[in-house]
């Protein structure tokens, strides 16, 4: 068990240096590259859904047990659908 997690923490470190170690030798248009990448990252998670994905659940319904209801009957196929 002990090996496991000495070699786990060992991989961890070898993938974090080749990360550190790639980014610190990267020329300076791919430093902007990423710089690039990031923002715009930063604004299809964060910007977009703030405005564009509201949040249905906590907008439509009062309490937690509406919520699960809800999401269990949209997940959960009737016995209709089967027609």
Same mark, same amino acid.
Do not use: C, H
């Given at each position: 068990?002990? %090996?496991?997690?000495?070699?786990?923490?060992?991989?961890?470190?070898?993938?974090?240096? @080749?990360?550190?170690? /790639?980014?610190? %030798?990267?020329?300076?248009? /791919?430093?902007?590259?990423?710089?690039?990448?990031?923002?715009?990252? @930063?604004?299809?998670?964060?910007?977009?859904?703030? @405005?564009?994905?509201?949040?249905?659940?906590?907008?439509? @319904?009062?309490?937690?047990? =509406?919520?699960?209801?809800?999401?269990?009957? =949209?997940?959960?196929?009737? %016995? %209709?659908?089967?027609?």
């Amino acid at each position: 068990m002990y %090996n496991l997690i000495k070699a786990a923490k060992d991989t961890v470190r070898k993938v974090s240096l @080749f990360y550190y170690e /790639g980014f610190s %030798n990267m020329s300076s248009w /791919g430093k902007k590259v990423w710089i690039i990448i990031f923002i715009k990252v @930063f604004i299809i998670f964060a910007i977009l859904k703030l @405005f564009f994905f509201p949040d249905f659940l906590m907008k439509n @319904f009062e309490n937690e047990k =509406q919520r699960s209801e809800y999401v269990l009957d =949209q997940l959960t196929p009737s %016995n %209709n659908s089967y027609d």
